[in-house]
């Protein structure tokens, strides 16, 4: 395609997708797409507000971060996406601090809408990040703001179409052939970036968790190669994938704003997990149970970084 221009690039806007790995606040950005993966929720705020935030104004505000899995046979089934991943991030530009905290995927929770207590991520499959985002406001009593979601499946043909990702394991493990050493720099392909994001109960690979922590790092790298040379000279198929895979209810004007005057956010950022244990529970099925006080500070880092 040849060498786009940079002022063209800029033309077409950015979008900011904010992930964490690590003690990184990861500025997401992408060319182009704004307008194809916008996908606004059916609200103008959250319930929990008084008042929509205003981001022209900087203030506090709250994202949900939904990995799914858009498993091909389960679509064919009707069984919806399911978000693997999911982490509400708060962000105070004034406080130079953003928190993020992570929800395990089998947690116990009231579904909103469908008046059911079940795994967390069923919630996304159900009803899409409508759905996701009411149950999430249930658990944490936080309201979220905004969402943006990434289809983890999907990262096979972005990780492809930047020539590979590179990354730093966060644990050592075998799966599908390939082997992984913690604290060990590896070049992804988009087959073993999958088998990276996708490894949970092999020997060493941590579960939930580090599985949720594989693909923040891949994210991580997938973002560190949009903003370098590669990105510009694949451009058509980097953004064929983004617009498969990326949908947010930020328009491309509220993404510009969030880059411009969220940066400060950087400068502090800490990363928690919510608590608790796992078992089986009445109804036969494996459940994560939160500890009562966790979800209790969960909530209060989360509002007092809203300054509510």
């Known amino acids: 395609m040849g060498t786009v221009p940079k002022v063209l690039l800029w033309a077409f806007g950015i979008l900011v997708l904010l992930a964490v790995i690590a003690a990184i606040y990861l500025a997401f950005k992408i060319f182009a797409v704004g307008g194809s993966i916008h996908n606004p929720l059916d609200r103008n705020k959250s319930e929990l507000r008084k008042e929509k935030v205003d ?4 203030q506090p505000f709250s994202i949900a971060l939904f990995g799914v899995d858009s498993d091909a046979q389960r679509k064919s089934e009707g069984d919806g996406e399911r978000s693997d991943s999911i982490m509400v991030l708060s962000v105070n530009p004034d406080k ?18 469908r008046g059911t207590t079940e795994k967390i991520n069923h919630a996304y499959a159900y009803g899409g990040p409508n759905m996701a985002v009411k149950s999430l406001e249930k658990l944490l009593n936080v309201p979220i703001d905004h969402y943006a979601t990434v289809d983890m499946d999907g990262m096979h043909g972005m990780v492809d179409a930047l020539g590979g990702v590179d990354v730093v394991s966060n644990a050592t493990f075998s799966t599908d052939g390939y082997n992984f ?5 590896t070049h992804l392909d988009g087959d073993k970036a999958l088998a990276f994001i996708r490894s949970r109960k092999e020997e060493g690979a941590g ?18 190669e949009l903003t370098g040379v590669k990105s510009i000279t694949n451009f058509n198929g980097v953004t064929d994938e983004i617009q498969k895979n990326v949908k947010t209810d930020l328009t491309l ?29 009445d109804d036969g099925l494996y459940y994560f149970v939160p ?11 989360l509002k007092s970084n809203l300054d509510i």
């Open 55 to 58: 981001l022209n104004k900087g």
């Open 96 to 113: 130079k601090t953003t928190e993020i905290v992570s929800i395990p995927r089998d947690t116990q929770a009231k579904i909103v809408g």
């Open 181 to 185: 050493v913690k604290g060990e720099k």
């Open 207 to 224: 579960g939930d968790f580090g599985r949720q922590e594989r693909q923040q790092l891949v994210l991580k790298g997938i973002a560190n």
């Open 253 to 281: 004007g509220e993404l510009n704003t969030v880059r411009s005057k969220y940066k400060d956010a950087n400068e502090h950022v800490r990363r928690h997990q919510l608590q608790g244990s796992g078992g089986i529970q």
């Open 291 to 301: 500890d009562q006080s966790s979800l209790e500070n969960m909530t209060d880092l």
